[in-house]
């Protein structure tokens, strides 16, 4: 690693007030600033454009004054079938003068409707000119964009999807099939057009990559205590989002939420598993039944004791309990 390299490392995780941030894992809470672009990285801003009604006048105005000149120079006939359609003109034919006052008109008439453009909610026009960023135009309705601009249009909607089954494996190794509801949307149109080559690809590439790491950190389930496993839908949630969340910042993306939908073993190992499960259950069956029949028989054995109705000596107060829990156990769990 270079010496550059380090030092921007280094000063990523430095704080306004100078102190150094760890970066962010699973569960914690922070909140990440979001870095300067270079002069190669655009960020969006307004493009230039007009509002179409005024396009539409100026085109049909140029129009019509081309018409009317080759009218003026009878150009065009006045008769067509026999029948008067247009008055009488006072010309007696055009030059190369009006030739090119036509051409004229005729091309500002082409370029004014040749810039129409609609302006849909929801999406965005990112313009372009021989390579070069030029703005992006966020209005609505009918807009007037110069034709010599390259228009692309992005989606900047909210937009949900749903992953198919990803593949990954826990903090034991056990290998899974993940799948999360992602929803996003285009933040910067600029980023997301020029700082990678496809933002939809780029975004689904990284959600199964932050979906890999996550849930490496824990366990799918712990049979044995009560520890946080990845069945915490919350927590595995706020992990992936927050994850995503630095991953697509630098792109334009936003992520509004990444939550798994379902986290389940892979096929080959589920019934295993569930065997697993099961057993555990049972052990969990077997403590509790035996935790309420000590408690009873040293209730019972207590309260004779106690109350003078019964004198026990060590060795009779030793078969009462032995006899009292194999009754219990064998009749089943006690009343509580």
């Not at 699973?26 to 300067?36: F, K, L, Q």
Request: proline share 5%.
């Amino acid at each position: 690693m270079s010496r550059r390299m380090v030092i921007e490392v280094l000063g990523s995780w430095m704080t306004e007030g100078g102190a150094m941030v760890l970066p962010v894992f699973a569960g914690s809470v922070a909140t990440a600033t979001e870095r300067a672009p270079t002069a190669s990285e655009p960020t969006e801003r307004q493009g230039s454009c007009l509002p179409g009604w005024l396009a539409v006048s100026t085109g049909a105005a140029a129009a019509g004054a081309a018409l009317w000149l080759l009218w003026w120079r009878g150009v065009l006939p006045d008769r067509v079938g026999g029948y008067v359609v247009l008055p009488g003109s006072p010309g007696y034919g055009a030059d190369y003068a009006t030739w090119g006052e036509v051409m004229l008109l005729a091309a500002l008439a082409a370029i004014a409707v040749g810039g129409l453009n609609r302006g849909r909610p929801g999406s965005v026009w990112v313009l372009t000119w021989c390579g070069a960023y030029r703005g992006t135009v966020r209005r609505t309705g009918l807009l007037w964009i110069s034709p010599l601009l390259t228009r692309r249009r992005v989606d900047v909607a909210l937009r949900h999807w749903r992953s198919r089954p990803i593949e990954a494996v826990d903090a034991d190794g056990t290998r899974l099939h993940a799948t999360v509801l992602l929803v996003w949307r285009v933040r910067d149109s600029a980023r997301a057009c020029f700082a990678v080559d496809n933002h939809v690809v780029y975004l689904r590439d990284q959600m199964e990559c932050a979906v890999a790491r996550v849930l490496s950190r824990l366990p799918t389930d712990d049979f044995r205590t009560r520890s946080r496993t990845l069945r915490d839908a919350d927590h595995v949630g706020d992990a992936l989002t927050l994850a995503l969340m630095e991953e697509m910042r630098p792109v334009g993306i936003e992520i509004i939420s990444a939550r798994p939908i379902r986290i389940d073993y892979a096929p080959e190992i589920a019934v295993i598993m569930r065997r697993r499960q099961l057993a555990a259950l049972d052990a969990r069956h077997r403590q509790a039944l035996v935790g309420d029949v000590v408690a009873t028989v040293a209730e019972t054995v207590s309260g004779l004791t106690d109350r003078g109705r019964i004198a026990l000596d060590d060795n009779a107060r030793t078969v009462l309990v032995k006899d009292l829990t194999a009754a219990l156990c064998v009749h089943g769990r006690p009343p509580g």
